[in-house]
């Protein structure tokens, strides 16, 4: 089975500081790793995703994640937070055989960030 | 180019009910997979159809059940609605990449 763990429900950043949002999977077959923003009322947007080629993965608006399966982790970063980004980000991960698109989601970290 | 299209936007129904919810695919998609998410956490999978069958299910009573068109399209329904199914229900779409998924913006249920 596999499963996703969000540390930290909450982050409070300033605007123009480090993002980084915590991702821990488990997965018992090599994963495939998304992560979304969700902003209020509306759907999930593909942030970036990880498919099992380069382990730094570069998305929209700045964002990017590194895979590291010593660690079992996928954090999301960003060098400068911007009043934009405050919304509610999600992990998720699936594999390609068997469950092929069935995600498991991680219960979300909601973003703030200060002026 | 349209996305990933739900409709309603939202629904309120009472418990005992039966609700119907649609979505449909991005263009050049085939795959319709179905998640809902209740307040405060990540959305959960319902299940998945391909070539009009459900082809994953994850762990949802048969209450839930689902339907694809021919044209790709996909119905949610829910029967005997009970105060735990108000959540926000949404589609996703896939094409050859069955786990690259785009999400439509949902359809908010509330049981009363």
Known sequence: AQSVTQLGSHVSVSEGALVLLRCNYSSSVPPYLFWYVQYPNQGLQLLLKYT????????????????????????????????????????AVSDLNTNAGKSTFGDGTTLTVKP | DAGVTQSPTHLIKTRGQQVTLRCSPKSGHDTVSWYQQALGQGPQFIFQYYEEEERQRGNFPDRFSGHQFPNYSSELNVNALLLGDSALYLCASSGTAKNIQYFGAGTRLSVL
């Open chain 1, 52 to 91: 099992s080629a380069a382990t730094l993965v570069k998305g929209i608006n700045g964002f990017e994640a590194e895979f590291k399966k010593s660690e079992t982790s996928f954090h999301l970063t960003k060098p400068s937070a911007h009043m934009s980004d405050a919304a509610e980000y999600f992990c």
